[in-house]
């Protein structure tokens, strides 16, 4: 089981009560033992991917127990239990939360996270502030795909289409050079809505289908067949097939495995995603930047 930040804090604290220093490895590979982390749960990550969860809340469980005073850093990457710790250790409580911090040690500036939580609320697992900004985010781009996809289904299909072939240009296809995309004619374009050349003189070109359909449509493997005749019709090894609606699992796996030709399926959910990602259709409204110490700036000559 990976803690949260506050259940590791005492069981750290006590495996530092004899004294000795130790640095953030040595204090990961004592909680893997307390608390019986396995090698699945050492690797899962946070929300965003980019960092190990279980290091992400040690870190944090290290940070609070110092800025609480419990323990000290003798040298850069080193901790040290305190006079404080040590006597917290003589009786020690439960559990070692943010509040306990704040209430032995009241003049210490310790970041008031749970400021407007009950005493009760605050012995229950919150997530790190790392986390709440991760998860925070990603509530914000929930809501924002269900408005992008709100909109696609509220434009013309040959506006969906340019919107297509727009967003894979800035994902990198056709040398991320608008000239490169085209879509096709409005009538007439026997199942093909859009074609980018990966090369400068075409000789490799993504055919593309995009299908402006209500979210709750299911397009099903009879759509998928056509689209892959339309590409055997121009000899065509590569397609994307986008759509506002989702797709059925026989549509999945008739594409998954159909011999003609490499066909990528992206359905609403994963289309609204792409757009944030690649800043489609969408703007920027808000950068906050989150500032770590530097330690080189106060290395003394």
Request: no cysteine.
């Amino acid at each position: 089981m990976i803690p949260d930040f506050q259940l590791a804090m005492l069981p750290l604290l006590q495996k530092m009560k004899d004294g000795n220093i130790y640095n953030s490895t040595l204090l990961r590979s004592e909680a893997i033992e307390y608390f019986q982390i396995i090698d699945e749960e050492q690797q899962q990550k946070t929300p965003n991917g980019k960092q190990i969860l279980f290091f992400n809340r040690i870190a944090w469980s290290i940070s609070y127990l110092r800025t609480g005073g419990l323990i000290f850093s003798p040298e850069r990457g080193k901790y040290k239990i305190s006079e404080l710790g040590l006597k917290v250790l003589k009786n020690p409580p439960q559990k070692i939360t943010i509040r306990f911090l704040k209430e032995i040690n009241p003049n210490k500036n310790i970041e008031s996270i749970d400021t407007n939580l009950t005493n009760a609320q605050s012995e229950l697992s919150i997530p790190t502030p790392d986390e709440m900004i991760e998860e925070g985010y990603k509530i914000i781009n929930v809501e924002l795909s269900k408005v992008l996809l709100k909109t696609l289904e509220e434009i013309s299909p040959y506006k969906f289409e340019k919107i297509v072939v727009d967003l894979l240009i800035k994902m990198g296809y056709g040398d991320s050079d608008l000239l490169n995309g085209e879509v096709t004619q409005k009538t007439g374009d026997e199942g093909i809505d859009g074609v980018i050349k990966e090369d400068k003189l075409g000789l490799d070109k993504i055919y593309i289908q995009a299908k402006r359909w209500k979210k709750e449509s299911k397009i099903g493997r009879p759509e998928i067949q056509k689209f892959v005749g339309a590409l055997d019709g121009k000899r065509a090894k590569k397609g994307i097939f986008m759509t506002t609606a989702f797709f059925t699992k026989d549509a999945i796996d008739y594409a998954n495995n159909t011999n003609n030709a490499t066909v990528v399926l992206i359905d609403g959910e994963r289309l609204t995603n792409l757009m944030i990602e690649y800043q489609a259709g969408v703007t920027v409204k808000e950068i906050y930047k989150i500032r770590k110490i530097d330690t080189d700036f106060f290395m003394e000559e």
